[in-house]
């Protein structure tokens, strides 16, 4: 399955700020996920992003809140814009092609803070 | 230390025994299942799959059980050990499209 290098494991950041989160991966993929996954909660699914197309989100994530970037089959970005304490999550990225047909392996996640 | 798992339910089991995970899913079309593993800190891991045409399946030490008719899923681990504790995640998805919908999680606790 492939292998996940996402960036930063973890993050402080200051209410008003933004942070752009890095998703590399060591093959070729069609779609990458971002999800979010809040304190002591599950997964919500942010958006999907597929290279040479705009990102589509899910009910509740805009574009301007939650800037997605894919250039390439390889790598994706999430940018977390206009921070507020209410955005501190772990946000993961994930991509298809794990172990089984739709078993999806994910990153190690991005621990964000934001005070 | 790290929020995952810190308001979910929580399940204890004394090492050696076995565990029951059990997760309600909310669509009747999923017709695919999934079990996750978050240890602190790391992403979800892949456990086991299931599709909606069988009702167990088996892998090591662990056990699979879906009943369509209560829309119920279980994750049964067979002589639980300190390193299973973690987040239990299940997932279900709809053939032809993407998009998991994950349950609402269960820690794990393993008492030595």
């Known amino acids: 399955s492939a292998v996940i290098s996402q960036k930063p494991s973890r993050d402080i950041c200051q209410r008003g700020t933004s942070l752009t989160i890095q998703c590399q991966v060591d093959s070729q993929v069609t779609m990458m996920f971002w999800y979010r996954q809040q304190p002591g909660q599950s997964l919500t699914l942010i958006a999907t992003?597929?290279?040479?197309?705009?990102?589509?989100?899910e009910s509740g994530f805009v574009i301007d809140k939650f800037p997605i970037s894919r250039p390439n089959l390889t790598f994706s970005t999430l940018t977390v814009s206009n921070m507020s304490p209410e955005d501190s999550s772990i946000y993961l990225c994930?991509?298809?092609?794990?172990?089984?047909?739709?078993?999806?392996?994910f990153g190690s996640g991005t621990r964000l803070t934001v005070v | 230390g790290e929020s995952v798992g810190l308001h979910l339910p929580t399940l204890s089991v004394q090492e050696g025994d076995n565990s029951i995970i059990n997760c309600a899913y909310s669509n009747s079309a999923s017709d695919y299942f999934i079990w996750y593993k978050q240890e602190s800190g790391k992403g979800p891991q892949f456990i086991i799959d299931?599709?909606?045409?069988?009702d167990k399946r088996q892998g090591q030490r662990v056990t699979v059980l879906l009943n369509k008719t209560v829309k119920h899923l279980s994750l049964q681990i067979a002589a639980t050990q300190p390193g299973d504790s973690a987040v239990y995640f299940c997932a279900e998805v709809t053939s032809g499209t993407y998009k998991y919908i994950f349950g609402t999680g269960t820690r794990l606790k393993v008492l030595a």
């Open positions: 299931i599709r909606s045409n069988m």
């Open positions: 994930s991509v298809e092609g794990g172990q089984a047909n739709y078993g999806y392996t």
């Open positions: 992003a597929n290279q040479g197309s705009e990102a589509t989100y």
